[in-house]
């Protein structure tokens, strides 16, 4: 028999995490969000705190974690790649 796995896709954080970026604030909502932004806009996806932002993210859809957990995981994969950026210019 099949199990049903429960995935919300709509799971929100308390409070969005605003990103300014070239003179504009880009708002991210919650983990689903934060995903696609991470694999669609981080150049380093090699680095571990990407690598666990993406799966506590991945385990707030799945109900495993506690989506503002998720948060605090995808600000320091930002803030990684905030560095890695400063370190290549």
């Known amino acids: 028999m099949t199990d049903?796995?429960?995935v919300l896709?709509?799971?929100?954080?308390r409070i969005p995490v605003c990103l300014l970026q070239q003179k504009r604030v880009r708002h991210i909502f919650g983990p689903a969000e934060a995903?696609?932004?991470?694999?669609?806009?981080?150049?380093?996806q090699s680095s571990p705190a990407?690598?666990?932002a993406v799966e506590v993210c991945f385990a707030a859809l799945r109900c495993e974690a506690d989506p503002d957990v998720a948060r605090s995981?995808?600000?320091?994969?930002y803030e990684g790649e905030?560095?890695?950026q400063r370190r290549c210019h």
Do not use: H, K
């Open 9 to 13: 896709f709509g799971a929100r954080w």
């Open 4 to 6: 049903v796995i429960p």
């Open 73 to 77: 995981f995808f600000l320091a994969a």
């Open 82 to 84: 905030l560095e890695a």
């Open 50 to 52: 990407y690598s666990r």
């Open 35 to 44: 995903i696609r932004y991470m694999r669609t806009c981080f150049n380093d």
